[in-house]
């Protein structure tokens, strides 16, 4: 029994090992080293910022790096994303390419998008809004009730992209603030929340790694507070008063399991933030454990 008892216990703890030495990497170069190269395979992370503060510039950035890192040949520990998806459900996906591409400097972004895998669901969100349909699609009435017959409701047309998503693909979801605001309609708060308790078990399956894109203060702190506990980590990207009152972008590590430990032992929770052309999203370490 003892025996059986050690074999069990060496065989959780190989599995463990094989799981903490790979990472996906974020794609923001000051930041994958802090994090022995990036997040464990099967993170669901939310973004959560102020506006402008940069959870976007984050999103945008790790999108860049990872596309770049697909095209390497892979190092040993690394795993760099088998695809990338970016859901949107209000933007035109021209728009965000655009967004994307004028944000960085840098040989064979434009390139490179064309290997991103865009769906959007505008049709659904808007469907029962008051928007006039000529504003967000070009499909003809038939071809909408076709689709919303397909898929009763958002989640569940969700559920089908996520559940045909490659292994080990990277997705954004862009973003989760406009869900949560609609939560005037019947259930929908708690369908959002039951989906992503879903989605968080299915990331691990999958090995999928989420990224979550929240604005905040817009939904209610309470509200605000129940994604960041459904979630396994939690980016917070907000503006403080630096040096002669000029506003410095901060970003934080308010939660990661399995991960906030190591953080904390090196004070490595709380990063100043700088944003440019040619190196994006970068950060470097105030030191500061909150």
């Known amino acids: 029994m003892r025996d059986t008892l050690n074999h069990f216990t060496g065989c959780m703890e190989c599995q463990m090992q094989d799981t903490t030495k790979t ?10 080293p802090i994090l022995d190269g990036g997040v464990p395979p099967g993170s669901m992370i939310l973004l959560l910022g102020e506006i402008g503060a940069g959870h976007y ?14 095209s390497r040949p892979r190092d040993a520990g690394t795993s760099c994303p088998s695809k990338i998806l970016y859901i949107t459900f209000t933007r035109l996906e021209a728009d ?61 047309r969700l559920a089908d992209i996520f559940a045909a998503a490659e292994p080990g693909s990277m997705i954004i979801v862009d973003s989760i603030t406009d869900i949560a605001t609609q939560t005037v309609l019947p259930n929908l708060w708690a369908d959002l929340t039951g989906f992503l308790r879903g989605l968080q078990r299915l990331s691990k399956t999958k090995s999928l790694t989420i990224y979550l894109l929240l604005s905040k203060g817009i939904i209610e702190p309470a509200q605000e507070s129940e ?10 990207f ?7 009152s000029r506003r410095q972008r901060v970003m934080f590590f308010e939660k990661f399991r399995g991960v906030m430990p190591h953080l904390e032992e ?7 933030v700088r944003i440019s052309t040619t190196g994006g999203f970068e950060v470097s370490n105030i030191r500061m454990v909150i």
Not at 59 to 70: G, Q, W
Request: hydrophobic share 40%; proline share 2%; charged share 20%.
């Open 23 to 32: 990472r996906m990497p974020t794609g923001i170069a000051s930041l994958d």
């Open 57 to 70: 510039e984050f999103a945008y950035s790790s999108t860049v790096s990872s596309l770049a890192c697909m």
């Open 96 to 156: 965000v390419r655009h967004e994307i591409i004028q944000s960085f400097h840098a040989d064979g972004v434009t390139e490179g998008m064309t290997a991103i895998q865009f769906e959007d669901l505008s049709d659904l969100y808007f469907d029962r809004s008051i928007v006039p349909d000529s504003w967000y699609s070009h499909s003809n009435t038939l071809t909408r009730l076709q689709k919303r017959s397909e898929h009763a409701n958002i989640f569940m």
């Open 227 to 236: 994604l960041a506990d459904i979630a396994d980590a939690v980016f917070l």
């Open 238 to 244: 907000r503006w403080e008063e630096s040096t002669g």
């Open 266 to 272: 090196q004070d490595l929770v709380k990063f100043a």
